[in-house]
């Protein structure tokens, strides 16, 4: 289903009544107000966001942006999802041009030369698609993350995408956010434990010195910080 007017109205009020919501309250909201009609959004760096939507709806469908960049160690940390949660829908979402076709039209790596044209044909395109699916999808974004994200509500509407937008962990600080994957024993992609903080595709994703920002390492030495799904 697609979102609709009536969404948008609907976003507004629960923007307000679940400012200060829990993750579990937003998402127990989510799954009670659109049923099956809303995705999870996943970069497959961990779990968490997986495992509390699991536990509101544990055949949950989750969105993977398959944009043929990957780390190994990410597709793998994404097929241990399907296996330590058996219920979950993967959605690979995929761009209109393999990596190959992509090289052919635009030239090799269009990563290096125009990483905003890489994003937006691998990326943003994609989750459009996918999401013109759906009345709502649910991110990982926090405001800790970046000063850009320092005020992103818990229930919003995504007037780019045309759909709601619930974002249950915002408030979470680092410590939380640790402090559930240790207690909840989260999978996690192995590369978070070797300075991988914040991880993307392959050729635009580096290691981060200790006690850097953590996305210092996605776009080094590029001006670009987002990839423009969440701006
Ligand atoms: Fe292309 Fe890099 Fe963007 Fe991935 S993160 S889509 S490789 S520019």
């Known amino acids: 289903m697609t979102a609709t007017a009536d969404h948008k109205t609907l976003a507004e009020r629960a923007s307000k009544e679940l400012a200060d919501a829990t993750a579990e309250e937003a998402l127990r909201w989510t799954a009670d107000t659109f049923g099956d009609d809303f995705i999870v959004a996943s970069n497959m760096q961990d779990?968490?966001?997986?495992?509390?939507?699991?536990?509101?709806?544990?055949?949950?469908?989750?969105?993977?942006?398959?944009?043929?960049?990957?780390?190994?160690e990410t597709i793998g940390t994404r097929?241990?999802?399907?296996?330590?949660?058996?219920?979950?829908?993967?959605?690979?979402?995929?761009?209109?041009?393999?990596?190959?076709?992509q090289d052919a039209e635009y030239g090799p790596k269009l990563h290096e030369r125009d990483?905003?044209?890489?994003?937006?044909?691998?990326?943003?395109?994609?989750?459009?698609?996918?999401?013109?699916?759906?009345?709502?999808?649910?991110?990982?974004?926090?405001?800790?993350?970046?000063?850009?994200r320092a005020n992103t509500p818990i229930v919003t509407w995504?007037?780019?995408?045309?759909?709601?937008?619930?974002?249950?962990?915002?408030?979470?600080?680092?410590?939380?956010?640790?402090?559930y994957i240790r207690e909840h024993g989260i999978l996690e992609n192995p590369l978070v434990s070797i300075g991988y903080l914040s991880i993307g595709c392959a050729p635009c994703t580096a290691r981060v010195e200790p006690g850097a920002d953590p996305r210092s390492g996605r776009w080094a030495g590029k001006s670009k910080t987002e990839c423009g799904l969440h701006g």
């Open 79 to 101: 097929d241990a999802v399907q296996t330590v949660y058996p219920d979950v829908k993967i959605v690979n979402a995929q761009a209109a041009q393999s990596v190959a076709e």
């Open 115 to 148: 990483p905003n044209q890489c994003c937006f044909l691998r990326k943003v395109v994609p989750l459009r698609q996918t999401l013109a699916k759906y009345s709502a999808w649910v991110t990982g974004v926090r405001r800790v993350d970046a000063p850009t």
């Open 47 to 72: 779990a968490v966001l997986i495992d509390l939507a699991t536990k509101v709806k544990p055949d949950v469908d989750v969105l993977f942006l398959e944009t043929g960049y990957h780390f190994p």
């Open 158 to 179: 995504d007037d780019r995408n045309g759909l709601v937008k619930v974002n249950p962990i915002a408030a979470w600080t680092d410590e939380e956010f640790n402090g």
